[in-house]
């Protein structure tokens, strides 16, 4: 494979993770919208919230299957296009109906996209022979920062979700789906290896060796999924914020996470994995706490900041901790992995809505708090093998803990 495809494989995946970060930040952070617009009360809120991750976890499981038998970037270049136009259907709905379909359609094509997605980010990395990872992530983090402002400036002047959504499905939508064209993947071992097993066998993958990456990923995403469903209106009601500021939250994480997944590779190489993934959750852990004791908007949002710092790391990290473990099934592993993305936000956006009706939101921010602490115990998984970078410990066409 050529420098060129590969260059330009990377730059079209990136604007790939940068349309969905848009698409995925304008949806959650118009949540109070959202509600609003359908009359969806506090208590049918969360099955709403719930309804996503859990269809987007079925999702996942279909393209676990589907890539046994057609490239990841088949699946990658239908499934985003369907992401946006579910987007488009949450702002043109009126009854409550259309919008469980669409948040429907959106979460069965979201689980599709994510987990083709990071196959495929997987799969260049090996090809590069270093970490990449972050960068696609990186670029995410870019794209939910463009939307969180978009839907800032919504709701600064007042604009219907039809309109603030319209015009980004109509750039974005042609945008990726030409930008596909260029989609190109590295090859996994048992490709390349005369004699390999079939490409993506499900049983070359030991779930009992996953499975401490799969309880990273679930609580790192129990972490985020939070911020994405609660932050605006924990800061809304809460913290008694306009809705205007309250879109602000959201935007902060983003940056955040830009400014770490930026850095990351550099703490990588000099601290190694373990260290890094273990310092995110003790940050991550007290940014939950700075939250849950905020007397106002603002000290609020500095918890968040804390919160973007310590867990941006973490999930690029862990997908390509997966790849690294099992290379010649990384597509398996990595569409099982992503399950756990869902789980996590199955988990902890009605577990906060349920404990903040209960009992309160700010004891409800105790709990992601305690799970994203427990991910210290299962730091250690990421260093089963070097994970460092220059110095010696670069390995060609090995896929890079990043």
Same mark, same amino acid.
């Given at each position: 494979?050529?420098?060129?495809?590969?260059?330009?494989?990377?730059?079209?995946?990136?604007?790939?993770?940068?349309?969905?970060?848009?698409?995925?930040?304008?949806?959650?952070?118009?949540?109070?919208?959202?509600?609003?617009?359908?009359?969806?009360?506090?208590?049918?809120?969360?099955?709403?919230?719930?309804?996503?991750?859990?269809?987007?976890?079925?999702?996942?499981? !279909?393209?676990?299957?589907?890539?046994?038998?057609?490239?990841?970037?088949?699946?990658?270049?239908?499934?985003?296009?369907?992401?946006?136009?579910?987007?488009?259907?949450?702002?043109?709905?009126?009854?409550?109906?259309?919008?469980?379909?669409?948040?429907?359609?959106?979460?069965?094509?979201?689980?599709?996209?994510?987990?083709?997605?990071?196959?495929?980010?997987?799969?260049?990395?090996?090809?590069?022979?270093?970490?990449?990872?972050?960068?696609?992530?990186?670029?995410?983090?870019?794209?939910?920062?463009?939307?969180? =402002?978009?839907?800032?400036?919504?709701?600064?002047?007042?604009?219907?979700?039809? !309109? =603030?959504?319209?015009?980004?499905?109509?750039?974005?939508?042609?945008?990726?789906?030409?930008?596909?064209?260029?989609?190109?993947?590295?090859?996994?071992?048992?490709?390349?290896?005369?004699?390999?097993?079939?490409?993506?066998?499900?049983?070359?993958?030991?779930?009992?060796?996953?499975?401490?990456?799969?309880?990273?990923?679930?609580?790192?995403?129990?972490?985020?999924?939070?911020?994405?469903?609660?932050?605006?209106?924990?800061?809304?009601? $809460?913290?008694? =914020?306009?809705?205007?500021? =309250?879109?602000?939250?959201?935007?902060?994480?983003?940056?955040?996470?830009?400014?770490?997944?930026? $850095?990351?590779?550099?703490?990588?190489?000099? *601290?190694?994995?373990?260290? $890094? !993934?273990?310092?995110?959750?003790?940050?991550?852990?007290?940014?939950?706490?700075?939250?849950?004791?905020?007397?106002?908007?603002?000290?609020?949002?500095?918890?968040?900041?804390?919160?973007?710092?310590?867990?941006? $790391?973490?999930?690029?990290?862990? *997908?390509?901790?997966?790849?690294?473990?099992?290379?010649?099934?990384?597509?398996?592993?990595?569409?099982?992995?992503?399950?756990?993305?869902?789980?996590?936000?199955? !988990?902890?956006s009605p577990l906060v809505g349920a404990l903040g009706d209960a009992w309160s939101y700010r004891g409800a921010m105790l709990v992601p708090m305690v799970l994203v602490l427990a991910m210290l115990v299962y730091a250690k998984s990421f260093g089963a093998e070097p994970a460092r970078y220059?110095?010696?410990?670069?390995?060609?066409?090995?896929?890079?803990?990043?």
């Amino acid at each position: 494979m050529t420098d060129a495809r590969l260059r330009h494989g990377r730059a079209s995946l990136a604007l790939s993770f940068f349309v969905q970060g848009v698409t995925f930040a304008l949806l959650v952070t118009r949540i109070p919208a959202i509600q609003d617009r359908y009359g969806i009360s506090d208590g049918l809120l969360p099955v709403f919230l719930a309804a996503v991750p859990i269809l987007a976890g079925v999702g996942s499981v !279909v393209t676990e299957k589907v890539v046994a038998r057609v490239r990841p970037r088949v699946v990658l270049r239908w499934a985003q296009p369907l992401v946006l136009l579910a987007l488009l259907g949450v702002g043109a709905g009126s009854e409550v109906w259309e919008a469980a379909l669409a948040l429907g359609v959106f979460g069965l094509s979201v689980g599709a996209l994510d987990a083709s997605m990071n196959m495929m980010g997987v799969s260049l990395q090996r090809a590069y022979g270093r970490s990449i990872m972050l960068g696609f992530h990186a670029a995410y983090s870019l794209g939910g920062i463009a939307g969180a =402002s978009m839907a800032w400036a919504g709701a600064h002047w007042d604009l219907s979700l039809l !309109v =603030s959504y319209l015009p980004v499905v109509v750039v974005l939508l042609p945008g990726a789906f030409i930008g596909s064209r260029w989609y190109v993947e590295g090859k996994q071992e048992d490709e390349e290896e005369p004699g390999g097993a079939a490409r993506g066998k499900a049983g070359s993958v030991s779930f009992k060796l996953l499975m401490p990456l799969c309880l990273v990923m679930c609580f790192a995403y129990i972490g985020d999924s939070t911020v994405s469903n609660w932050s605006a209106k924990y800061l809304q009601d $809460v913290l008694g =914020s306009s809705e205007q500021l =309250s879109t602000v939250p959201y935007n902060v994480y983003m940056v955040t996470t830009l400014l770490g997944r930026a $850095v990351g590779d550099l703490g990588v190489r000099r *601290f190694g994995a373990v260290a $890094v !993934v273990r310092s995110g959750s003790v940050l991550a852990a007290a940014g939950f706490g700075v939250v849950a004791v905020a007397g106002g908007a603002w000290v609020g949002m500095l918890g968040f900041t804390m919160l973007g710092l310590g867990l941006c $790391v973490i999930v690029p990290q862990t *997908f390509a901790a997966a790849g690294r473990l099992f290379p010649g099934a990384s597509d398996t592993a990595i569409a099982r992995l992503n399950i756990f993305n869902y789980v996590g936000f199955l !988990v902890g956006s009605p577990l906060v809505g349920a404990l903040g009706d209960a009992w309160s939101y700010r004891g409800a921010m105790l709990v992601p708090m305690v799970l994203v602490l427990a991910m210290l115990v299962y730091a250690k998984s990421f260093g089963a093998e070097p994970a460092r970078y220059g110095g010696g410990h670069e390995r060609p066409r090995t896929v890079d803990v990043g």
